[in-house]
Structure formats: C-alpha cells, structure tokens
C-alpha cells in the first residue's frame, strides 16, 4: 500500500466548477505539501500545511492531522488550472514521500 | 522563483554511455536533492547533498553516483546508463532553516536507447 495515496487519479471539469482533490496518507508527518505540475513540466510549491487550513487566491488547503487527510480546493476553476497536482507529506528532514499526482483538465 | 537551472534540458544516449546532469542553484541553499519522476510513480530521491561534499543515498540510488564540490552545483552521474534510466529527472533545493519546503528545477528529460 502506497503511504500517499491521493484521489481521483484523473478529474475533468467544467470552467467555474468548484474542485476538490484528496490526499490520504497513513504515516506520522511533520508537514503536508501540495505541489502543482504544469505540462511544460515545472513544479511549483502551493502550499505546506501543519495543521488547519490555507488559502491563497482560489486554491484553499486543509488538513485533519486526525484523519491523516487533506483536501485542495480550487474555487471557480478556470482552464489555466489544469496541471497535474501532487501531494506530498514529510517525515523528517530530507524524507519527503510523494504521492502520484492528479491530472486536472478543466474545460473552457 | 528560486533560482535553479538544470542542464541539459533534453538528453539522448545510448545504453552503456556514460551521462551526467548538472543542478545549479543560485539561493545559497544548503541542501539540494535529486529526483526521477516516472509514470504510476511519485517522485522518487536519488540522492541528496546536506553541504558541500556531504551527500548520501535516496530510495533509487543504485546506478547512480552525485557529487557536490561547490554549494551552487549539484551534479548526477549515471555511470554506464541504462534504458531503465529513461526518465525525467528533477534537481530541487531547500533552505536550512526549512528544510521540509523545497523549491524544483525545470526538469532533465533524459531517454536511454
């Protein structure tokens, strides 16, 4: 079983739709980590979370360190969106364990 | 963005011929990582470098070997490179003070015939 395990491996959807995309892991972390991986290939930190909830723009992130789960949302979904997001949970300093990633399309 | 430029940027090589990847950060960064990232996989550590000449082995190092003799240069050698290489490899930095945020090249895309 695969310690990050992250859902739906695929998701297309509309412009202006609201998105979630979940990350479930099954180890103690210190930090949760999404990351976005546009088709040119470049990754890009979006968040690293500890506990609760960020936002920043249309993307908000939460964490229930309980559930061993966290959630992005991107509210009013827009083309430029689509990319491939990751997460990923850190163990201790150098151990980061990624998961697969979700590839979104968002339809214009 | 942080500074970081990986080079090449697209590779191709025969079996058996030796490749070497150059990371080079311009952060001052300590601690600089290399990646492979492969379809149905996560990204996966090759190898990791916590200071100049100061490396050590990830969970896919084997035919692979790194070395650091400066903070802004990271390089990875395949040594007799083979197909199972193939692969795009991603150079990433951190800062010492926040080791767990790390910040990624733009990716080697490397194909072994």
């Known amino acids: 079983k695969n310690e990050v395990e992250q859902s739906p491996q695929n998701l297309t959807a509309q412009e202006g739709e609201f998105i979630t995309i979940n990350c479930s892991y099954s180890v103690g972390i210190s930090a949760l980590h999404w990351l976005q991986q546009h088709p040119g290939g470049g990754i890009v930190s979006l968040f690293m979370l500890s506990s609760g909830k960020k936002k920043h723009g249309r993307l908000i992130a939460t964490i229930n360190i309980q559930e061993k789960h966290s959630s992005l949302h991107i509210t009013a979904s827009h083309p430029r969106d689509s990319a491939v997001y990751i997460c990923a949970v850190s163990r201790r300093p150098h151990k980061i364990i990624f998961g697969k990633g979700t590839r979104l399309h968002i339809l214009p | 963005d942080a500074g970081i430029t990986q080079s090449p940027r697209h590779k191709v090589t025969e079996t058996g011929t030796p490749v070497t990847l150059r990371c080079h950060q311009t952060?001052?960064?300590?601690?600089m990582y290399w990646y492979r990232q492969d379809p149905g996989h996560g990204l996966r550590l090759i190898h990791y470098s916590y200071g100049v000449k100061d490396t050590d082995k990830g969970e896919v190092s084997d035919g692979y070997s790194v070395s650091r003799s400066k903070t802004e240069d990271f390089l990875l050698t395949l040594e007799s490179a083979t197909s199972s290489q193939t692969s795009v490899y991603f150079c990433?930095?951190?800062?010492?003070?926040?080791?767990?945020?790390?910040?990624f090249g733009d990716g080697t895309r490397l194909s072994i015939l």
């Open positions: 990433a930095i951190s800062d010492t003070r926040d080791r767990v945020t790390q910040h």
């Open positions: 952060e001052n960064h300590r601690y």
